[in-house]
């Protein structure tokens, strides 16, 4: 059974950052294009980011701007997106996800069930 398990979230300050975890089991994370995306209240899931099977290609939304990193540990089979700078207007439950390489949620078979982010400003 395949689980994807999302920890990090939290409340913070804009202008401050956190660290994302998605712990795999049931898949083996270099197995697959993983990806992050996020959700807002009343609004659709977006593409935050995504690496690819080697780990060799990283491919990040236009906002992010920088101000992001996906990375993988293979050892321990979890997938990472380290935030910086966040502003209040991405405050969203973060989900991870496996599948293809790609920005878009069409191409990934195995969502978590999410983790809160909250930016006061």
């Known amino acids: 059974q395949v689980q994807l398990v999302e920890s990090g979230g939290g409340l913070v300050q804009a202008g401050g950052s956190l660290r994302l975890s998605c712990a795999a089991s049931g898949l083996t994370v270099s197995d697959y294009g993983m990806g992050w995306f996020r959700q807002a209240p009343g609004k659709e899931r977006e593409f935050v980011a995504a690496?690819?099977?080697?780990?060799?290609?990283?491919y990040y939304a236009a906002f992010v701007k920088g101000r992001f990193t996906i990375s993988r540990d293979d050892a321990k089979n979890t997938l990472f997106l380290q935030v910086n700078s966040l502003k209040p207007e991405e405050s969203a439950i973060y989900y991870c996800?496996?599948?293809?390489?790609?920005?878009?949620?069409?191409?990934?078979?195995?969502w978590g069930q999410g983790t809160q982010v909250t930016v006061s400003s």
């Open positions: 690496i690819n099977r080697s780990g060799g290609s990283r």
């Open positions: 996800a496996a599948g293809e390489y790609s920005g878009s949620s069409d191409h990934y078979q195995y």
